[in-house]
């Protein structure tokens, strides 16, 4: 009892002056204490102010602030951090640092605010003499910052491009690392927040990893959806764990987070590629159901990560395009070009929003820079989408581009030809341009995913100009280019739409010379199946026949009259655009080269296909689908 009764006395005579009281408070303390007092114990005389008493280094592991700020040279806490922050540049504040470089807490203070009010001349701040001492008074107190102190000037040493190996600044990192199991959550997700875009050097790197590590110890502690989003966007790169777990926390929280804070975690999936569909289909939903219209920057960031990711929910989509309609003028053509980039590559097709960014195009003609005028008829192309003012948009295009397709890159200059193929736009100028030998060697027979990408599409340049544009007179690719980048026929690729049809033709067709399958085109287009048929609909064996749409013939003779010669082309989910029956501007453009090649294109939707149960069904629909095309080649 005699060791709490003197606790309790030092605890009240170590308190601020405003806080003591008579002797008669101590006697009150005593009594509670469980000791009695005589009643006619005369009054004692009031105290002397003691002196401070030496209070355990653990009071300076708090997480905020103390409730009630010590005053140092006559100054409280407030009034200095308020001074502080109405100084406007870093010299008045290297000025008053000579005051207050004895207490390690002001000089942090001190070092915090010169980082937020310094944008140019950071090396000259740091060199200077008056900031070495603030370092030093960190340095010797570093122990007594309190943690959202040390967290900020942790910051501010990064954000001022301290040396790395300053020895301030690695006593800050220690300190912190030393620190992370008393820091709250809360301030474990600020200080993942503040130091990871700064994290360079192996120890800087240790730090964020031992963040990561502490907060997945600790993640049934995320209470709120600024520290659950700053984990995310800061450490679910660093622990794959940590953001499974985050998993469960977003989707508890879902309902809270507003539009920006449904950005930042929806960019820092895409950032590291995790497509979880659980986060994404749980902020989709919640988006949708706000009444508030989105702003243009959450929507432009929200159609990256979803490109990115290849998610689709189409009435988000839906609600996104809508709230961007009316801001499409205000809208930089940074923002203007990423957009509908984002949403051709989604496969998204809104026509208001289409007609006004061609709108906005034609208005900002002059600004546009080359490449983002290229990215956004590439966009198009994707969809498949011409403006209602076709013709003025394509005299832009043509005035402002011609002179320069020198300053594109090689492989902008394929999307942009390959898009006017697409588009129906194209001129044997650009046709020329792109068909150059020096532009082509740089991507046929390179055995990259991009350069066989480049490949195929100039394959479908050179296949435009030699069906769709007479008046071109070349060059044109070699064969053996063309040969080499289109893929082989057959293989485990094909799709089972693709080999529901190939079954469903052989009860049609049971001789097995008279129909061909899987059959790749010297246009880089594949077909699922070809087959002639005479003037009476009979089919014809292929073998005998010259077939000039593929590389290598083995037959000589030409179709006698009469006959047609047949492609069977399935299209599956993926070549339509989102929720229409349109198809994307790929597949609109092998259909129309088909087509121009001379051949009957029977085509077999993968939403009509899906609708039969049996295999006599699907053969009659095969039936119908080859009666129906030749019908229309008779009426035309």
Known sequence: MAARLIQRCSRLLAASPS????????????????????????????????????????????DGLPALKPSVNGQNEKDFLSMIQSMSGPEELLQISADHCKNGNRAAAIISQIAKVTDANKAEVVNDKRFGELLSAVNRQIQAIWNVRLVSLLRSLYALRVDEKNHSLRSVETEVRWRLRKFSVELLGRLARLVFPYAQTEEQKA?????????????????????????????????????????????????????EESRTITVALAAQNCRSLPI?????????QRNAELCPSVIVDLAYAYAKLNFSQHPLLQKMASDLLPRVPALSSKEMTGCIRSFSTLRF???????????????????????????????????????????????????????????????????LVWSLCVLQLVTPAFLQKALEPQIYD????????????????????????????????????????????????????????????????RDVFPDQDTCSFN????????????????????PLALRNFEDPHVLHSNGTNALPDGARRFAVKSWEFSNFCLRTKELTGWFALCRRHLRAAGFLVVEVPFYEWQELKSEWQKSAFLKDQIKKVVAEEMSM
């Open 19 to 62: 806080l003591q009281s008579s002797s008669f408070s101590i006697l009150s303390e005593c009594v509670r204490a469980g000791h009695p007092i005589q009643a006619a114990l005369p009054r004692p005389s009031p105290l002397p102010r003691p002196s401070p008493l030496h209070t355990s280094g653990r009071c300076g592991y708090t």
């Open 207 to 259: 730090l964020v990893f031992d963040l990561a590590k502490n907060v997945e110890l600790r993640w049934t502690e995320v209470k709120d959806t600024r520290t659950l989003v700053n984990v995310i966007y800061s450490l679910s790169q660093v622990s794959r764990t940590l953001l499974e777990r985050m998993e469960d926390k977003v989707l508890e929280y879902a309902e809270l987070f507003t539009p």
């Open 280 to 288: 994404l289909r749980a902020l989709s939903f919640h988006l949708v």
């Open 349 to 415: 097709f809104s026509l208001p929003l289409c007609e006004a960014i061609a709108q906005a195009c034609l208005e900002r003609s002059s600004s546009l820079m080359p490449a983002q005028l290229s990215s956004i008829i590439l966009s198009f192309a994707h969809l498949n989408f011409l403006p209602s003012q076709q013709e003025e948009f394509f005299s832009m295009v043509v005035q402002r581009l011609s002179t320069e397709l020198d300053s594109l890159s090689p492989s902008m200059l394929v999307d």
């Open 442 to 505: 740089q991507f046929l027979g390179k055995a990259s995913k991009k350069s066989s990408n480049y490949g195929l599409k100039l394959t479908h340049i050179n296949a435009s100009a030699r069906l769709e544009c007479p008046e071109y007179r070349g060059p044109l690719l070699p064969l053996g280019p063309v040969s080499a980048v289109t893929p082989p026929a057959g293989g485990n690729s094909r799709s089972s739409l693709q080999s529901d049809i190939s079954n469903a033709l």
């Open 519 to 538: 059959v790749t085109t010297a246009y880089g287009h594949h077909i699922d199946a070809e087959f002639v048929l005479d003037s009476e609909n009979n």
